[in-house]
């Protein structure tokens, strides 16, 4: 059976271990941190996946995760609305999930080699050949890309995105307050928006969307949040009426939107890897886990028999990508430009105000069906 190597042990990575793992394929999945850990997301699941998930038993059910059914949006000096989203979604932090799954993935038969930071790929005489940063080597038939949103590889494999502007950094806190369970909230301030949900053990998540250029100018993260984020009212009465779980939050810096080639020297991305959707259409989970659906089903329609034909499972992943995914992340660099300004968010939620009916449409347009 053919050997599958999966570097990075997010969402995308790890779906399709479980999945190709079930699937008789030899896979051996490198993060470079240890479960479980915190990392930089909303972590608000779009129900779109949510049939997936079940189905094929990715979900965690010993917690009650926060079922969300509103949205609210507010502009810079705090006007708001608040609206019914079409499909919803669900609470769930990425501590857990992650974890669950990669559990999952050891059970199904996937070897997870964790502390373990690819750096190098090659590709020689149809085969791959892997480094970790600490020398070990690995072989593989096929390789999948699913490191996030930026990383070593990307810089050795000289991807295109990196020729322009990475502006933006993310971060994200845990934290205990008094807010709705049942909604998400996405407030905006000059330079980035920042959302608040409901997770599991009666917590909240706070994870914003920033500029670097204002992180460096207020020379901390403390220092931006006082300086930039609360000028937004509700943000100020979040940040200061709230418990913090953790001491420090968790941050990601320089990462940019762009378009990115989905398939590198080979070697098949997927998620954030192939493709990063702006965070305020809140998706970009989900996306990761139907990527990895789309990518792991190509693989075994496509590498399942001695005599297989790389160049047409590559063909196929990607025609089944753009068909799925292109447009979405067209009108989420679209939509991102309304936000993160003092008139044009003003002016998104008065558009919004008056015409639910186009809200609804961007909504849709920016998530996918149940599938
Ligand atoms: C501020 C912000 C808020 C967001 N909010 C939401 C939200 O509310 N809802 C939503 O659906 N989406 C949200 N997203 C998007 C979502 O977080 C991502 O789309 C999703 O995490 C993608 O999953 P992934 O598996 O592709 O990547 P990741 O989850 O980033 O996983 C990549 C993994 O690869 C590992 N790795 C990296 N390099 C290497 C290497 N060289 N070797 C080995 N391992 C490596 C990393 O440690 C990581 O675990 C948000 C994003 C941002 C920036």
Redesign the pocket.
Known sequence: MKKIAI???????LVSAVRLSRMNFEVLL????QYPFH????????NEVLDFMNREGLLPTNYDFPQINKFQISALAGQSLTMPLDLGGFGISRFVLDDFLANNARESGAQIIEN????EVAFIENQFELKSISGEVYHADLVIG????N???DKKLERNHLNYEAPFI?VKHHIKTDFPRDLVALHNFEGGYC?I?AIENDQFNL???GRREDLKRAGSVEEMEAQVLKVNPFLKSIFENAEFVHEKPVV?NAFSFRPKKLIENHILM????AG??T?LC???????IHSAKILSDTIAEHASSEQWDRQGLEAAYTARWNATFKRRLWVGRKTQSFFGSKWSSKAALLVMQRSPWLAKKIMKNTHGKPF
């Open positions: 570097i990075g042990g997010g969402l995308a990575g490198f993060e470079k941190r990392k930089v997301c909303g972590e608000y699941l779009s373990t930071s690819i750096s699913a490191y996030g949103k990383g070593v590889l993310g959302g949900v994870c914003y969307l990601i997927s998620g954030d890897t990063l959707i965070p809140g998706n970009g989970m989900a996306m990761a």
